[in-house]
């Protein structure tokens, strides 16, 4: 099944809504969800963003960690992972308390606002360049501004994304302050 | 500086799972016992269990010990981990006595 889907955590709700109705991820390659028939809620899936890509020795450590405890990775796209374990054994919670959350979160809010300073430095070059004519074919002007239009939209996308994390980090903060 | 250290507030998870090590034992048995020892309040996840072995591993408090027949790996408390949670105990005890003692509650 194919499908794009660019916020995380929409994407592990509705692979758990699809385990729930028997029908469970077990691979997954650039919006290509492959999926098998088991028992409805067999099981949990998360999705982890790994800090090093998935054949780095601190990951593999990590993931193997992860399988002794239940913990089976399925997919793994770059640095993000597509994790499941058997619902029967419990909840399935990587991190539980606001320290390791917050951690997990300051990795997200990284990686897309890296994205967002790539998208915008790029768009400022390209606009600098037709502002100061240093292409003087027109068409390549225009080509030129729809990169611009273009990267500010998926700045913009990316910026979202990475705001969420960002207010998320901010309120466990403050929780954090009378909690552990 | 590492007496500060070993002075300061452990958090529940890292104090839980310092009482386990006192056997060795593996990632997945550290959960278990956590969870039976809290009477199921405690659930560690294993994102959670991982960080706090890794820098428990970095402070010196426990030590790696070797692999399990399942090839699982284990690990202990060391001497300065076993301070670290005295010191935690007094902390607490601490905490509880002003407790009761301020509010009556006794149990």
Request: hydrophobic share 45%.
């Amino acid at each position: 099944m194919w499908r794009w889907i660019y916020d995380y955590e929409k994407e592990e709700k509705w692979l758990n809504e699809m385990a729930a109705k028997g029908l469970s991820l077990y691979s997954f390659f650039f919006g290509k969800y492959t999926f098998e028939e088991t028992e409805p809620g067999k099981y949990i899936y998360q999705i982890e963003l790994l800090e090093n890509l998935p054949t780095s020795p601190d990951s593999v450590a990590y993931l193997r960690f992860l399988e002794d405890t239940g913990v089976v990775c399925v997919a793994s796209v770059f640095r993000w992972v597509y994790l499941r374990k058997e619902a029967a054994s419990g909840p399935f919670d990587l991190y539980t308390d606001i320290d390791s959350k917050i951690k997990r979160l300051s990795t997200m809010k990284n990686l897309w606002f890296t994205f967002v300073w790539l998208e915008f430095i790029i768009a400022a070059a390209n606009l600098a360049m037709v502002m100061y004519g240093w292409i003087f074919i027109h068409q390549m002007a225009w080509l030129n501004l729809g990169c611009v239009v273009l990267l500010v939209v998926l700045g913009l996308l990316l910026l979202k994304l990475g705001l969420k994390p960002a207010r998320k980090i901010k309120s466990l903060k403050r929780e954090k302050l009378i909690c552990e | 500086m590492t007496l500060t250290l070993e002075k300061s507030p452990l958090t529940e998870a890292a104090y839980y799972i310092l009482l386990s090590l006192y056997e060795p034992m593996h990632g997945y048995g550290i959960m278990q016992n956590v969870k039976v020892l809290s009477d199921d309040r405690v659930n560690l996840g294993p994102g959670t269990l991982y960080g706090a072995i890794n820098t428990l591993l970095e402070k010196g408090w426990i030590i790696s010990a070797g692999e399990s027949d399942s090839r699982k790996k284990e690990y202990q408390i060391t001497e300065s981990g076993k301070k670290a949670v005295s010191y935690e105990i007094e902390r607490l005890e601490e905490l509880l006595a002003n407790g009761k003692k301020i509010t009556g509650v006794q149990k």
